[in-house]
């Protein structure tokens, strides 16, 4: 394999929605430098695997795109991890920029500066980093290697101007603890970066009566789905950018209480109420807030909530699957056009317009 010439990737999306601004050719390469125990690519990590490509082919395949890219639209490069193959992310860029498509690099950043990455980092116009956790010991266990570099890189990226778009996966058990927030607080004091862009997307649910669940399990439910999203929202809030945005995740469960489902739905009312007066105090300073709300979503969450729950969830989340690009694709667009709240599907929209009309007895009483 040519290095310079070649690209091992695993697959494309050619019109991806959700790996950066406006519509995206995405190129996930193979080959991975950690193991992340969350992890949903694990097809990706083994450097030996994929399918060798041509940087003039793949080139070739993001052109047939180009007119559905629009203004800010261009190629993301995600993984795995992209940087393992920085000699042909040079190669592919330099082409790029031949034809003015923007260029985005999905990374962790988690591998040492050299002068090929320092070339690549020129090359590229934004970045999504993944800071995967402040505390190092925590981030040793949850992915196998040290954090390190992944910090270096941020700075390295700040002093040097570059725009980045920074995420941090809070983990139930890992990343949640306050001791992590408090950490993250202090890094954002120091760096003083300008925060353009906040998702608050962590959550989790469990099914069944509250009288049979575990309170410890409940508690965390609350911390995570409540507690972390306000503290994470308040301490980003004073580094946020002129005609930024928040994107809180919230659900369809919080238009009304739902037996089996109380302190999920509880929760999600919460965030629901939280962003929309958030947004209504920032709005004066240019920062706009969103409440997504989807409804079932073709992810591992209903799985996960049945499992830990030990309760089935009714039979009509089949009816009603959505896929979870579809959800943020028009979580996006919401956004932009600086709403307070998005709904996904008309069934899922007619459900919200119900629960306002409709006595909540007579659907509790459907509900039993």
Known sequence: MDVKSQMRIHSFETLGAVDGPGIRFVIFTQGCNLKCKYCQNRDTWDVNSGTIYDIDDVVKKIERYTAYMQADGGITVSGGEPLLQPDALITLFKEMKKRNIKVAVDTSGNLPITDKIKEVIELTDLFLLDIKCINDDICKDLVGVSNKYELEFAKYLSEHGKEMWIRQVLIPGYTDKEEDLIKLKSVLEKENPSIKILVNAAGFGVTGHVSDQD??????????????????????????????????????????????????????????????????????????????????????????????????????????????????????????????????????????????????????????
Not at 250 to 259: C, I, T
Not at 279 to 303: M, Q, S, W
Not at 304 to 325: C, D, N, S, V, W
Request: overall charge positive.
């Open 215 to 368: 309170e410890n399990v409940l508690a965390e439910m609350v911390d995570v789905n409540c507690r972390a999203l306000t503290w994470i929202s308040r301490i980003c809030i004073p580094y946020m950018a002129d005609n930024s945005r928040i994107i809180n995740f919230a659900s369809v469960a919080a238009f009304m209480p739902q037996p089996s489902f109380a302190v999920y739905a509880a929760t999600k009312a919460y965030v629901m109420s939280f962003t929309r007066a958030l947004n209504c105090e920032l709005r004066k300073k240019n920062i706009y807030a969103l409440a997504v709300c989807p409804g079932p979503a073709d992810t591992g969450f209903f799985a996960t909530a049945e499992r830990i729950g030990g309760k089935q969830a009714g039979a009509y989340k089949e009816l009603f699957m959505a896929k979870p690009e579809q959800v943020v694709k028009k979580a996006i667009h919401d956004s932009v056009m600086k709403r307070e709240v998005s709904v996904y599907s008309i069934p899922m929209q007619a459900l919200r317009v119900i629960t306002k009309i409709i006595p909540r007895k007579l659907i509790f009483g459907f509900l039993r």
